[in-house]
């Protein structure tokens, strides 16, 4: 037995070891990515139920490793966040798509009112020079600030809600809107969603994937949807996929979708042809 006992701990410090070896050269790599410009931004639309129209994109980050290939955010953003490189990332991040949706509000001037939503990390949302550097991005690369929507998860806001309401109303007064992604994952008190400058709600994609066969997913985003529109808040239903899941959506008079419906998130050349086509489902 207790052989057993020191086989398994050297398994179990073998373990450890290899995977913070593994976490160390992820790291590095990271580094090097950001210093040898290995990100690139997808974009995906946003698009109107009711009128079809691209009202906007959530930039989503690629990295393209020069020996792994592409790496999923899913798996380098939790690194990236807990080495605290999620903060030069977030800000490249942020100046690129503000920069690109500057560009095509030149290239597309019927498209004025384009929306660019970008991700915060809780990490990023703790710097206490937040607000001054967007507003810096925002005056550098020309985006009015109702341009910009900010894309937080409910746990951002919990794990700080002292500085969380400052940083968002301040926020809020420069214009910016904010966006509660995920939601229905968290675990947000209701009365949170109404004392926060909130502008919309981003219905999680696990409420969506059976909404068409299931009876409980539809009366929780039925909720969802009577919840924001009660409280005046725009609501954008995540992992849209098939026409029945748009059916179910369009009947409870979801006001916007994302999903692979309407695109997959694309490269800046491809989302510039959807924004020329405009002729999405
Ligand atoms: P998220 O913010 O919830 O982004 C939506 C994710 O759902 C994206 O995955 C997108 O590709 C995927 N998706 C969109 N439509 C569909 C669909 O119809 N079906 C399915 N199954 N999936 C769909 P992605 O791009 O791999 O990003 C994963 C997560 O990584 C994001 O989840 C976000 O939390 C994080 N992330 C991505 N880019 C950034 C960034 O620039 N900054 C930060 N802080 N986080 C980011
Ligand atoms: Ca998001
Ligand atoms: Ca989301
Ligand atoms: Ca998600």
Request: glycine letters at 4%; one cysteine or more.
């Amino acid at each position: 037995a207790k052989a057993t006992g020191k086989a398994r701990y050297e398994v179990f410090n073998t373990t450890m070891h290899t995977r913070a070896a593994a976490l160390l050269q992820l790291e590095t790599d990271l580094r090097r990515g950001l210093e040898r410009r290995e990100f690139q931004l997808y974009y995906q639309p946003i698009v109107s139920l009711k009128t079809s129209a691209i009202t906007g994109f959530e930039a989503l980050i690629r990295w393209q490793h020069p020996q792994r290939g592409l790496v999923s955010p899913a798996e380098f953003i939790p690194v990236a966040e807990e080495t605290g490189l999620i903060v030069p990332i977030g800000w490249w991040v942020l100046r690129e798509a503000c920069r690109q949706l500057s560009a095509w509000k030149i290239q597309f001037p019927e498209y004025q009112s384009l929306v660019m939503s970008i991700n915060l990390s809780a990490k990023q949302f703790t710097q206490t020079n937040l607000v001054e550097e967007i507003t810096e991005i925002l005056r550098e690369t020309d985006v009015p600030a109702k341009s910009l929507k900010l894309e937080i998860t409910e746990s951002v806001i919990m794990d700080n809600a002292e500085i969380a309401t400052t940083m968002l109303f301040q926020l809020q007064s420069l214009g910016i809107q904010l966006s509660i992604d995920d939601f229905g994952t968290g675990y947000s008190s209701l009365a949170y969603l109404y004392r926060f400058p909130t502008h919309t709600l981003k219905i999680d994609r696990s409420f969506i994937n059976k909404i068409d066969i299931d009876s409980e997913q539809f009366e929780i985003v039925r909720t969802i949807v009577t919840l924001a529109a009660n409280l005046g808040m725009d609501v954008v239903a995540e992992g849209v996929e098939t026409l029945k899941h748009l059916a179910q959506l369009k009947a409870l008079n979801c006001g916007s979708g994302q999903g692979y419906l309407f695109s997959k998130p694309v490269d800046s050349q491809m989302a510039a042809k959807l924004l020329q086509e405009q002729n999405i489902v």
